[in-house]
């Protein structure tokens, strides 16, 4: 069984840092760099995709609505064109900066907000895929199971790969829980590591509601901005690894 292990990171921006980027990043297999629109600048995005570099972790371009201020989280009604031409943006400064580093993008993963909204909104969903298939149509596109982003880039002649979330709670539809209600990120060490070794061995988790949700996925994400990133994500980098995972990127 073969699981990759993400996580977001080169979140700081300017002289302000969130998470510790080179701790995680001796934890992971897949880091998915913010490319400055939700967060991240120059500085921050060079210095995240060299030590992925140097620690052989695969570079994905973290994608995201133009809000800085809400830190992407914030939904957003951009024109697809618009849409379109700011992720292609993001996706190829990114993969600029990694190219002169040594590396290269490897995926594209949505950020926050925009995350959702491609699960379930198909003009959006098309306005990403069609900015990844513009700019290299080999990259596949990390998302939720059964989100229509699958469907979209199926028929763009885009790959998609499938993630789960160990530390964020799910609805009985498999979707995520909004940020806004209690309980929407999983904080407890032990719990999320445990519902990261069910993901992987079993393809379920338990949602608000108790319902046992399909959670089939090649990748699982840790949030490299909530306390105690680097304990939760080694954690469960360990226990995915005392279970027989074999934690290998994706891409």
Not at 74 to 90: K, N, S
Not at 164 to 179: I, P
Not at 192 to 213: H, I, N, P, W, Y
Not at 219 to 246: N, Q, Y
């Amino acid at each position: 069984m073969v699981i990759d292990l993400n996580a977001d990171l080169g979140e700081g921006f300017g002289i302000w840092r969130l998470g510790d980027d080179l701790a995680l990043l001796d934890i992971v297999t897949s880091a998915n760099v913010a490319c400055g629109f939700h967060a991240g600048d120059p500085v921050t995005i060079r210095r995240t995709c060299a030590a992925a570099v140097d620690r052989g972790v695969a570079i994905g371009a973290q994608v995201s609505y133009r809000d800085l201020a809400g830190f992407g989280r914030r939904e957003m009604d951009v024109e697809p064109e618009e849409l379109c031409a700011e992720v292609l943006y993001q996706l190829a400064a990114v993969d600029g900066i990694a190219r002169a580093m040594g590396g290269r993008v490897s995926y594209v993963k949505p950020h926050g907000a925009l995350y959702n909204r491609v699960c379930r909104d198909r003009e959006q969903a098309a306005a990403v895929v069609d900015a990844v298939a513009d700019y290299n149509p080999s990259l596949p596109v990390l998302t939720l199971p059964g989100s229509v982003v699958h469907e979209v880039a199926a028929a763009a002649g885009v790959p998609t790969v499938s993630e789960a979330f160990a530390d964020r709670a799910y609805t009985a539809a498999g979707t995520l829980v909004s940020r806004r209600a209690a309980g929407a990120v999983v904080h407890d060490v032990e719990t999320v590591s445990a519902r990261a070794v069910r993901m992987a061995k079993e393809g379920l988790v338990t949602s608000a509601d108790g319902t046992e949700v399909p959670v089939a996925a090649r990748s699982i994400c840790v949030h490299g901005d909530t306390p105690d990133a680097v304990a939760l994500a080694r954690a469960v980098r360990d226990r995915l690894l005392e279970a027989g995972v074999v934690l290998q990127a994706f891409a």
